[in-house]
Nanobody, 126 residues
Framework: QVQLVESGGGLVQAGGSLRLSCAAS????????VGWFRQAPGKEREFVAA????????DYANSVKGRFAISRDNAKNAVYLQMNSLKQEDTAVYYC???????????????????WGQGTQVTVSS
């Protein structure tokens, strides 16, 4: 079993930066693929970024490419999402998710992930 806790959200002006963290408990986390997803009010959950177990494979939504960077530190059981050049449309609750199986690939499909955190709010003001 893996438990995930997101942190680092908050209120930031457009053009600013935030770094989200996803802290995990459970000794299998280092083998998991991890994804970040977000959900804005009135909208469906959408994929943001993903990373495989080793950190060598990453994937990003087109809307965040070049602005966001996902990374992980398996020694600390943590995954990070560095968000730069934030826009108002990035406002959402951000969730991290981890796979139960060995995460060979970074994947954008939510169904691939078995464990989900409670989310952290990111609000970007104009």
């Amino acid at each position: 079993q893996v438990q995930l806790v997101e942190s680092g959200g908050g209120l930031v002006q457009a053009g600013g930066s935030l770094r989200l963290s996803c802290a995990a408990s459970g000794r299998t986390f280092s083998r998991s693929a991890v994804g970040w997803f977000r959900q804005a009010p009135g909208k469906e959950r959408e994929f943001v970024a993903a990373i495989n177990w080793s950190g060598r494979d990453t994937d990003y939504a087109n809307s965040v490419k070049g602005r966001f960077a996902i990374s992980r530190d398996n020694a600390k059981n943590a995954v990070y999402l560095q968000m730069n050049s934030l826009k108002q449309e990035d406002t959402a609750v951000y969730y991290c998710a981890a796979s139960r199986s060995q995460g060979y690939f970074a994947t954008s499909y939510a169904i691939y992930y078995d464990y989900w955190g409670q989310g952290t709010q990111v609000t970007v003001s104009s």
